[in-house]
C-alpha cells in the first residue's frame, strides 16, 4: 500500500490577477479552490497516474467535510482524523502581467496531544511491511519538530520504505533516521548543509554523501533548471524541459509521486528522472493544484529522456 501523510492540509485558493497592485483593490480575473497539502497533492497524482493511494493525516472546521466528499471522488482512501482545529486555507496568487507567483500560508491548527496520539497509534497500526509511506510538507505550530523522525523509525521497523519531502528542523530529523528516498529542492538542501546557495557540484556531492550514508535515493528538484538523481548505482542530471508556466504550486509533489509510482513499478533509475522530469512539467503546465493528468505527463515523456545525462563520479 502507498500511504501519504499530510498532517496539515490546506485548502488552495489559486486566484489569477493581471498585475498586482499593492496596496490597491485588486481584481481576480479566475480563482479556483483545490484540497490540497503536499501528501495530498501526492496521493492526486498518483490516483491520476492508476495507483491506489491512502492519505490520513488532520482535517477539522467548516471545510472538513468538503475535504473528505473531494477524496472520496478522486478514489482516495480518506483516513484522516478528524481534529477540533479548523483546517487551513492558503492563498495562491498568480500575476501573468508580472509572471510571478507568490504565496501566503496560514500556519494551520493547533493539534492537542489527545489528536496527536490518536494519529500515532493509527500509523503503528496501518503501516506494514512492503508499504511506501510519503511523509510530507510542514508541520502544524504545536507539533514537535523530531515528528518524521520518529515516524520515519516507526515505518522501518514495520519494514515500510519512506519518502520525505520536508525541509527545515522536520527534514533533519527525518534524515537521522535514514528514510529510503527523499526530494529536497535546492534550497531546502542548501539550509540543511547551513549555506545560502549550491553550485552544481556541490548539489551532487552532497546528494553522493546522503546516499553514502545509508538513504537510498536523492531527487533534487531545481525548478526551470530541472533536477539532479542520486542512487547507488547512478548519478544523473535532467535539464529542464520548456512549458508554459501556469502554476508552480505542487511540482515538486507530482515529482515526489512520480517516485513513488517509478519504486511501485521498479522502473530504472533513468526511466525514473525521466518520469519525475515530465510529471514536475506537467504539473507547472496545469492551473492551480489540479493533478496533472497521465496523457500529459506521457506529452514530455519523449523530451525528459532526451534531456537526462549520466555525470560521472
Not at 68 to 82: A, P, V, Y
Not at 192 to 219: N, P
Request: proline share 3%; charged share 30%; net charge negative.
Amino acid at each position: 500500500m502507498i500511504i501519504t501523510v499530510t498532517l496539515n492540509p490546506a485548502m488552495d485558493k489559486t486566484m489569477v490577477i493581471d498585475g498586482i497592485e499593492l496596496g490597491e483593490v485588486n481584481r481576480a480575473d479566475s480563482v479556483r479552490n483545490d484540497i490540497g497539502g503536499k501528501g495530498i497533492n501526492v496521493s492526486k497524482v498518483l490516483r491520476s497516474l492508476g495507483t491506489d493511494t491512502l492519505a490520513t493525516g488532520f482535517l477539522g472546521g467548516n471545510i472538513e467535510d468538503q475535504f473528505r466528499k473531494e477524496l472520496k471522488n478522486m478514489g482516495i482512501l480518506d483516513q484522516f482524523i478528524s481534529i477540533q482545529g479548523n483546517t487551513r486555507t492558503n492563498i495562491k496568487l498568480v500575476d501573468r502581467k508580472n509572471e510571478t507567483n507568490t504565496d501566503i500560508n496560514d500556519p494551520g491548527p493547533v493539534i492537542s496531544s489527545e489528536e496527536l496520539e490518536t494519529f500515532i497509534s493509527f500509523y503503528d497500526e496501518t503501516v506494514e511491511k512492503g508499504d511506501i509511506v510519503v511523509l510530507a510538507g510542514g508541520l502544524p505550530p504545536n507539533i514537535p519538530q523530531n515528528l518524521y523522525g520518529r515516524l520515519t523509525r516507526m515505518a522501518k521497523e514495520k519494514e515500510a520504505l519512506v519518502v520525505i519531502d520536508a525541509e527545515g528542523e522536520s527534514l533533519h530529523h527525518a534524515l537521522l533516521e535514514l528514510p529510503y528516498m527523499i526530494k529536497p529542492n535546492e534550497k531546502e538542501l542548501a539550509d540543511y548543509l547551513g549555506k545560502e546557495a549550491l553550485t552544481e557540484e556541490e548539489i551532487i556531492h552532497s546528494a553522493q554523501y546522503l546516499v553514502e550514508k545509508g538513504i537510498r535515493k536523492v531527487l533534487v528538484s531545481r525548478g526551470e533548471k530541472g533536477s539532479i538523481f542520486i542512487t547507488e548505482l547512478s548519478t544523473l542530471k535532467g535539464k529542464g524541459l520548456e512549458v508554459q508556466v501556469k502554476s508552480t504550486v505542487g511540482a515538486g509533489d507530482s515529482m515526489v509521486a512520480a517516485l513513488v509510482f517509478a519504486e511501485n513499478e521498479k522502473l530504472s533509475d533513468f526511466e525514473t528522472l525521466a518520469l519525475a522530469q515530465a510529471t514536475g512539467a506537467a504539473a507547472v503546465a496545469t492551473e492551480g493544484t489540479k493533478a496533472c493528468t497521465r496523457e500529459e505527463v506521457e506529452k514530455h515523456l519523449a523530451a525528459a529522456r532526451e534531456k537526462i545525462e549520466e555525470v560521472k563520479k
